[in-house]
């Protein structure tokens, strides 16, 4: 038996009107004791307002992401430009220390012959 036809039965064997009052208020205990409170329910409204502010965050720390992103590639090429640069330098060094040292042991040797 539902506990609306329990109470309407109960009501009606009630004689005085004290003990009805007293069966509707032990009625209403009943009934906010199973449900929550509404201000603790959330409605499909706050859902989707829930939902479109995390899509908005998420959307949000997505182009950011991007950005962090594309950053890091430039700080990447600048590295790998510096690095090309110095292997360019170091490169040139050595030529021009390999040919200094040939010229010098050319020099010794036509000058101590």
């Known amino acids: ?18 003990r009805r009052a007293k069966l509707i208020a032990e009625a209403f205990e009943a009934l906010e004791a199973r449900y929550p409170d509404l201000r ?40 790998e430009v510096r690095l090309t640069q110095a292997i360019h330098r170091q490169t040139v060094w050595v030529i021009l220390a390999i040919g200094g040292i040939t010229g010098f042991i050319r020099w010794l040797d036509v000058f101590f012959k």
């Open 40 to 79: 603790d329910v959330a409605t499909h409204a706050h859902l989707r307002e829930t939902e479109l502010r995390l899509l908005r965050e998420i959307e949000a720390l997505r182009l950011e992401t991007r950005k962090e992103i594309e950053g890091v590639r430039l700080e990447i090429k600048n590295v």
């Open 1 to 18: 038996m539902g506990a609306a036809l329990k109470l309407y039965e109960e009501l009606l064997e009630a004689g005085e009107d004290k």
